[in-house]
């Protein structure tokens, strides 16, 4: 079967995009999908699957699917894509205009230069906070905030943050001493998660700029992550280690995201979104990837 494509990175967190306003795919074939497109070798390569399509909700509907082919419920830097996708197409016809996802319905803003867009806006909405919602294995706190976390005989401090998908944050001093492989893989699978969990590793530089590694419920280490990103200024705020209602920069590995707590609660999220390649997938079901 032949699957038409567009490959989009925000900050090198890539993915493979397949435009169901124009196309169709079989839901059952989705994971195997996911998996095929992202896999190096074999595949054309990236930190997984995301689908656009048309929305009864919003103005557009964006699905995410991990690189291992689990799907996810939402994707800052597939949000910011799927914005710049949907407005060069002309599927949407303001600067301003809303996105469904599994997880919400968000509102995008992108910033046209000459009908091509570089730069979006997305009012993430409010973070989750209760144990119960990330969700988190124990009593139902408001509030997880710098809680002992043993794992692999260290002790840890984690606070944990949904943005629609469940993150566990960790301060570190120096973010190159941040053990993403060694404990990335184990705690996203840590029983105390029962869903998994995004992992980031955060150093706070100062109270407006922080360093930021992940390790991806789903992909592994990508060069960046929207969602995570935002956890890690809220898990910073909480910690007092960064500003409510102030622009703080994130440095992920591969680049920057200016994201804002603000006093009513929403999250904002301002970045690059770029297009790679178009092309065509031959997906073919008798070479199942595991
Ligand atoms: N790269 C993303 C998040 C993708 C989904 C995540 N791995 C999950 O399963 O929750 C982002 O930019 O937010």
């Given at each position: 079967m032949e699957v038409p494509f567009i490959k989009m990175h925000g900050l090198g967190n890539n993915y493979i995009y397949v435009d169901l306003f124009q196309n169709k795919l079989k839901e059952e074939e989705i994971p195997d999908i996911a998996r095929g497109v992202s896999n190096v070798n074999t595949g054309i390569g990236s930190d997984g699957l995301i689908l656009i399509q048309p929305s009864e909700r919003a103005d557009v509907a964006m699905r995410i699917f991990n690189r291992d082919g689990s799907e996810g419920n939402t994707c800052g830097n597939g949000l910011r894509c799927t914005a710049k996708y949907?407005?060069?197409q002309g599927y949407v016809s303001t600067e301003q205009f809303q996105?469904?996802?599994?997880?919400?319905?968000?509102?995008?803003?992108?910033?046209?230069?000459?009908?091509?867009?570089?730069?979006?806006?997305?009012?993430?909405?409010?973070?989750?906070?209760?144990?119960?919602?990330?969700?988190?294995?124990?009593?139902?706190?408001?509030?997880?905030v710098a809680e002992p976390f043993q794992v692999n005989q260290g002790e840890w401090k984690v606070t944990a943050v949904s943005m629609g998908n469940p993150h566990a944050v960790f301060f570190v001093d120096a973010i190159e001493n941040a053990p993403l492989k060694e404990l990335g893989p184990v705690i996203e699978k840590d029983q105390r998660f029962p869903e998994g969990v995004n992992v980031?590793?955060?150093?706070?530089?100062?109270?407006?700029?922080?360093?930021?590694?992940?390790?991806?419920?789903?992909?592994?280490?990508?060069?960046?992550?929207?969602?995570?990103?935002?956890?890690?200024?809220?898990?910073?705020?909480?910690?007092?280690?960064?500003?409510?209602?102030?622009?703080?920069?994130?440095?992920?590995?591969?680049?920057?995201?200016?994201?804002?707590?603000?006093?009513?609660?929403?999250?904002?999220?301002?970045?690059?979104?770029?297009?790679?390649?178009?092309g065509t997938y031959y997906y073919n079901q008798q070479q199942k990837v595991e």
């Open positions: 949907a407005y060069e996105i469904e996802t599994k997880a919400n319905v968000v509102d995008a803003e992108v910033k046209p230069d000459r009908g091509a867009v570089h730069r979006v806006t997305i009012n993430m909405g409010k973070p989750y906070l209760r144990r119960s919602e990330i969700p988190m294995m124990g009593h139902d706190d408001p509030e997880v980031e590793f955060v150093e706070a530089i100062s109270k407006r700029e922080l360093n930021f590694r992940v390790w991806e419920r789903g992909s592994g280490i990508t060069q960046a992550c929207g969602t995570g990103a935002c956890a890690a200024v809220v898990a910073a705020v909480l910690n007092d280690q960064a500003d409510l209602d102030e622009d703080i920069t994130v440095h992920l590995q591969g680049g920057d995201l200016t994201i804002r707590w603000s006093v009513d609660g929403a999250v904002w999220m301002t970045g690059d979104a770029e297009t790679i390649a178009k």
